[in-house]
């Protein structure tokens, strides 16, 4: 029982009631249930991406990270190249850095693993979908015998604040300070500058999970194979960065060179012509943000 590793249980005995056992037995009930989730018009997408033509590429180098745009309507395909390497991907509205990706909340409507069909969806106030899986060619890989799925909004991103807080060390290419690098570029800005703009993550291609008798979090190695990808509908302008993580396939570690490491490639292609003609952009949340106070 990981409630037993407070500290406090140490000086304060715990005893169970006699209906302990009854209280567990208690059935779960879904805390969001999704079925009004406004469905994306898969169909439509499929239907854009048919004829849609290529417009730009970004190679992100291992241990490191990079920016990319993708205009509403447009798709942003990320692609495992030369070896199993997972990513994590930050996004922004690229005309307000505010609203951007908010995985706790993805979590809680989605699960802990997104794939083809689910959303990653943007912070307060706006609370909309920011882009649209359209393909997972790991789709096939569902949750494995140790809990563990691909795509998880359950991590945040590997950071050298926890590896000093952990192991005492100062590692400059963790994903937090790739993706502080990758946007300081791209906006020209100092680094100090941006470091409130990265947030948690969608953990691309990483295997994850929560071990059942501790509850940790773990990770294991990516099933991702070079060609394997993840594609998405950018439901608003996006700003993107992807950092290629130091933890390689997330076998073994991250926080150092020690694993192997690999580039990631994003690729961008505007919808064929005319397709999203009757397709708009999501508006904000409806929410009228008067919190109770008239
Ligand atoms: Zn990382």
């Known amino acids: ?176 300070s790739n993706l502080i690098r990758a946007l300081a570029a791209y906006l020209r800005v100092d680094p100090a500058e941006v470091e409130q703009h990265v947030h948690d993550v969608l953990n691309v291609f990483m295997c994850t999970g929560f071990t059942r008798d501790t509850g940790q979090y773990f990770m294991k190695a990516s099933p991702v194979r070079p060609g394997d990808y993840l594609e998405f509908f950018a439901e608003i302008d996006i700003l993107g960065a992807l950092s290629a993580c130091p933890g390689g396939d997330c076998s073994s570690e991250h926080t150092s060179d020690t694993a192997a490491c690999y580039p990631l490639k994003v690729e961008v292609f505007a919808p064929s012509p005319n397709s999203l003609s009757d397709w708009s952009s999501p508006a904000r949340n409806g929410y009228d943000r008067s919190h109770g106070l008239g």
């Open 1 to 176: 029982m990981r409630f037993c590793r407070m500290s406090h249980s140490e000086t304060l005995s715990v005893v169970e009631p006699v209906d302990g056992q009854d209280r567990r037995a208690v059935a779960p009930v879904i805390c969001y249930p999704n079925e009004t989730l406004p469905v994306p018009p898969m169909a439509l997408y499929r239907a854009a991406r048919a004829g849609a033509q290529k417009v730009d590429e970004v190679i992100v180098p291992p241990r490191d990270a990079g920016c990319f745009t993708a205009p509403a309507g447009h798709f942003f395909r990320i692609t495992s190249i030369e070896g199993s390497q997972v990513g994590d991907l930050n996004l922004w509205n690229a005309k307000d850095l505010s609203e951007r990706f908010y995985s706790g909340k993805t979590r809680a409507l989605h699960g802990t693993h997104i794939t083809t069909g689910e959303r990653m969806w943007s912070s307060f106030p706006y609370l909309r979908p920011m882009a649209t899986i359209v393909h997972d060619t790991l789709g096939w890989y569902g949750i494995d015998a140790f809990g563990g799925s691909v795509h998880d909004v359950i991590g945040t991103r590997c950071d050298p604040y926890t590896g000093n807080l952990l192991s005492d060390v100062q590692y400059h290419h963790c994903c937090h």
